[in-house]
């Protein structure tokens, strides 16, 4: 509540508060937590947590009575002489709180102004405030509390849900007749409006999904605050806010009564534990708190999910749940006109209005959406379960609340006749493949239930999180959003972003398998079995049954068992070594795979989370794209190399027109054919005129910064005699800087120079900014690489002070295979990250005498994989048994230190 009145100075008063406040707070410290622990005794033993809030609230209201009764014994003060009312307000006012809860007070004046136990009231809020206690209060009379609430709706709502606590009760039923009369009264569309925008702001800030994998319980889509927004209005507009009555009112059937209590009742369960499990008022759902509250809550590991996804899983369904609860309170009071406009209407692009039926005349147009004409529309033919989804798809319309709320009850309808009717799968083929706004109609058809029940292996999937820092969102919203991705490319809508992929995917001949395949790709995910494999195989039933020919579901099959393949590959593997595009090219076979997994891959990667696709990653998929395309056409092989490195070399001789004949094929033969094979041109030039310059210079260290905002990396080149710590130095300084590598080039000339270029994630939006820092890493290469710091000491030093959170753990693994590469073993390293991880694996590498050609660098979260193209010192494989295996375990050593 906004106005507040600061207590007075208590040294004026003739009891000394502070000597009564040693005496006092004590005890009711003793009584706080007194009663904190029975209640979280009561919530563990009976699993209530609206029984645990209500208990808290009755704490409480115990506390705040003992406090005035002992500071009023004292003065003899009462608050029936001085006409003043003590109101519980907001959530205290609702009678339930969580442990870390506020309390909102209100002192209830007289008209007069300040009552006689004024003095009473300040000493008992500073005991409060000794007692850690967050206490909201403001001091009003009726009719500036009145006065307040029509001007403010936060002060509206506080005052909607207050509860008499005690003093003087009927200048607080004074209060409650002037605030239905004067305030109330003939504004319930006003506050509807004002509460839902209020909650899409909410949203807004803490996440628009309900499916974010590190929930808001209080204030995310799907929490408490969606609850209490639907009480505020049921309260406000009919009187009542117990789901009972709401039944009786018609709001509500009883079905859906039960269903606001269970939602309320776990959401609190978990808002409870989540404050006792943390000792403060968290609303978080972390992942560290994730495990802690799962385990509280009594959750058990099933087959190969986890308590904590399980856990999770039931969360997410609770949400859903509360999002149809919202939408069943929106048609109600839109049907009753007490919202000036359909709020919902927002989620679809703009259109023009209209009424009527819809062919066939199962349907009708009303306020601009979609309704069934008879509440036996489904009965009579439960294919339009499906046909009402195509129709808002075809139409461009959304469906109105009371047609989805009639859908959701009618699921047990769809069975596997329905499942196996052709016009139904017809029509879901051709949702799924729109070039309208797939995404928006699936979603809505998952929110319903409609989705899960058509297709069985989707509703396993529904809610499932998985328990990584890689995944924003559960499974099913990953789907969804991923076609969501697709609609985009093929509408050009992200030409600046994928201009490859927009231009390669209208040329794929097989667009219904990519759709298909890209909503499957992930639908095995939670069972024991790899979920590409098991995924393939659901795709080998399902492509059939919505009417895809062999060749198209072979396509699906293929597609969702590799959909991984090209990530990986790009992002883990040397792109300039001919047997990493020769063994992906084997897998691939055709350019109509290359073009699929090429746009398969970019909407995946898209749709995992905001910031996990970057202009690097692309370019990345770019070059692998090209290259295997080159292969597929037979230009891709050691045959055909040295003809290629010759005329990469003739078109930077062109470009270097100030260079001499001599000079130019000096410098040129000084590297070998990998540097032109790997460096694009554009780099190969800026290296020619960075080593030029050095050398004029007399150099023999030298460093350049240059950034990407597209790609969103900053390359750092680094020219240095060659020696085994080189790249650790280089890692080293980054993990002092806090630079994240994403990967590194690594070349030697014939004359024992390195020119190694680091690529590292951009920290900064501005660019002036990010140069500065990309220079002060370069800075401090030079002066290791002069001796004049020790990286070793820089990276001590900035160890986090703190051990790194728990709540993930990654079996480490060292990997070590000579069959991957012509020149090179690769070493691939996979386990939990941490600051300065990499520096401590190539610091490892150099102690065990190996070259370091190129590193691919890999963070998926919590996992980090790194891949090492090495050599021993005298340029050859590492192809001992005994030697692998002390690399093995060195590396390991490394990977154990925070497992």
Not at 501 to 530: C, P, Q, Y
Not at 595 to 618: C, E, F, Q, R, S
Not at 773 to 778: D, G, P, S, T, W
């Amino acid at each position: 509540m906004s106005a507040q009145v600061a207590p007075a100075r208590p040294e004026t008063r003739a009891v000394s508060p502070n000597n009564l406040r040693e005496r006092l707070v004590p005890e009711l410290r003793a009584q706080l937590e007194a009663d904190q622990a029975a209640a979280e005794r009561r919530l563990i033993r009976d699993r209530d947590g609206l029984a645990c809030a209500r208990s808290l609230s009755d704490g409480m209201d115990r506390l705040l009575r003992s406090a005035y009764a002992a500071i009023s014994a004292e003065t003899g003060a009462s608050p029936k002489q001085g006409g003043m009312a003590v109101v519980a307000t907001g959530g205290y006012g609702r009678a339930t709180m969580a442990p870390g809860s506020d309390v909102d007070l209100l002192f209830l004046l007289p008209a007069g102004g300040a009552g006689a136990d004024q003095g009473v009231l300040e000493t008992m809020l500073y005991a409060l405030w000794d007692l850690k206690l967050k206490v909201g209060h403001a001091t009003r009379t009726v009719d500036e509390c009145v006065r307040e609430a029509r001007a403010d709706m936060t002060t509206r709502t506080a005052l909607l849900e207050a509860r008499f606590l005690f003093g003087d009760e009927r200048l607080f039923k004074q209060l409650q007749a002037r605030f239905a009369k004067d305030v109330v009264k003939g504004s319930a569309a006003a506050f509807v409006d004002a509460k839902l925008k209020e909650r899409d702001t909410r949203v807004r800030r803490a996440g628009e999904s309900r499916y974010l994998v590190e929930p808001n319980v209080k204030d995310g889509k799907g929490g408490l605050r969606d609850l209490n927004t639907l009480s505020w209005i049921a309260r406000y507009v009919y009187g009542t806010a117990n789901p009972d009555d709401l039944v009786s009112l018609g709001l509500f059937t009883p079905e859906e009564a039960r269903l606001f209590k269970r939602c309320e009742a776990f959401l609190w369960r978990v808002r409870c534990h989540l404050h006792f499990a943390t000792g403060r008022a968290e609303e978080r759902l972390t992942f560290d708190n994730q495990r802690v509250v799962s385990t509280r809550m009594g959750f058990k590991d099933r087959g190969a999910e986890q308590a904590v996804e399980r856990f999770m899983k039931a969360y997410f369904r609770i949400a859903k749940e509360v999002g149809d609860l919202t939408a069943i309170v929106c048609a109600g009071l839109e049907a009753r006109h007490a919202k000036n406009r359909p709020v919902l209407d927002r989620m679809l692009r703009s259109f023009k209005r209209r009424r009527g039926p819809l062919e066939p005349g199962d349907f009708v147009v009303e306020n601009d959406r979609i309704n069934v004409k008879g509440l036996d529309a489904f009965e009579r033919d439960p294919v339009n379960l499906i046909r009402m989804f195509w129709l808002a798809d075809r139409h461009n319309l959304p469906i109105h609340p009371d047609a989805t709320r009639l859908a959701s009850r009618s699921i047990r309808l769809i069975g596997p006749r329905l499942r196996h009717d052709p016009k139904a799968n017809r029509l879901f083929l051709e949702i799924l493949t729109s070039q309208n706004a797939p995404e928006v109609v699936l979603r809505r058809m998952n929110e319903t239930g409609v989705l899960g029940r058509f297709i069985p292996d989707f509703a396993r999937i529904v809610a499932m999180m998985q328990f990584n820092m890689y995944h924003h969102y559960t499974v099913d919203e990953h789907l969804i959003r991923s076609i969501g991705v697709l609609s985009e490319i093929y509408s050009g809508r992200a030409e600046n972003e994928h201009p490859l992929a927009n231009t390669i995917v209208h040329s794929v001949r097989n667009r219904r398998a990519l759709f298909l395949a890209l909503f499957l790709h992930d639908i095995a995910k939670g069972r024991r079995e790899d979920h590409s494999i098991a995924g393939a195989a659901i795709a080998r039933k399902l492509g059939p049954r919505l009417g895809l020919d062999p060749a198209e579901t072979d396509t699906v099959a293929w597609l969702v068992e590799h959909h991984l393949l090209m990530s990986f590959t790009a992002q883990g593997r040397d792109l300039s070594d001919p047997k990493t595009v020769e063994a992906f090219g084997a897998i691939v076979q055709t350019m109509e795979r290359l073009k699929l997994l090429l746009v398969l891959t970019i909407a995946d990667i898209k749709a995992v989370g905001p910031g996990v696709w970057t202009g690097w990653k692309g370019e990345l998929l770019r070059t692998l794209y090209y290259e295997t395309e080159l292969y597929l056409s037979g230009g891709h092989s050691e045959r055909v190399r040295p003809a290629r490195a010759r005329t990469i070399q003739a078109q930077l001789r062109q470009e270097l027109s100030d260079w001499s004949d001599a000079e130019f094929d000096a410098y040129a033969g000084r590297f070998y054919p990998a540097y032109w094979m790997k460096t694009p041109p554009e780099r190969q030039l800026k290296h020619a005129g960075f080593v030029r310059e050095a050398e004029r210079a007399g150099k023999t260290v030298a460093t350049a910064v240059e950034t990407d905002e597209f790609k969103g990396v900053t390359e750092l080149t680094v020219l240095s005699p060659d020696h085994p710590r080189l790249l650790a130095i280089v890692t080293g300084a980054c993990a002092v800087a806090g630079g994240n590598i994403v990967d590194a080039q690594i070349f030697t000339s014939a004359d024992g120079m390195a020119l190694d270029t680091i690529f590292l994630s951009r920290a900064f939006d501005r660019d002036e900014d990010e140069i500065r820092r990309a220079e002060r890493i370069a800075a401090s290469i030079e002066k290791a690489l002069r001796s004049e710091v020790k990286i070793a000491d820089l990276v001590r030093n900035r160890r986090p002070g703190k051990p790194l959170p728990k709540a993930f753990h990654v079996n480490p693994e060292v990997n070590i295979d000579n069959e991957l590469s012509s020149r090179h073993t690769v070493v691939e390293v996979s386990g939990l990250d941490r600051p300065g991880l990499l520096y401590d694996l190539t610091t490892a590498l150099g102690k065990l005498n190996l070259n370091i050609a190129s590193a691919h660098v890999a963070t998926f979260g919590e996992r980090a994989a790194d891949v090492f193209y090495v050599t021993d010192l005298t340029g050859t494989k590492v192809s001992h048994p005994t030697r692998q295996a002390s690399i093995r375990r060195g590396l390991m050593s490394v990977l154990e230190q925070n497992q």
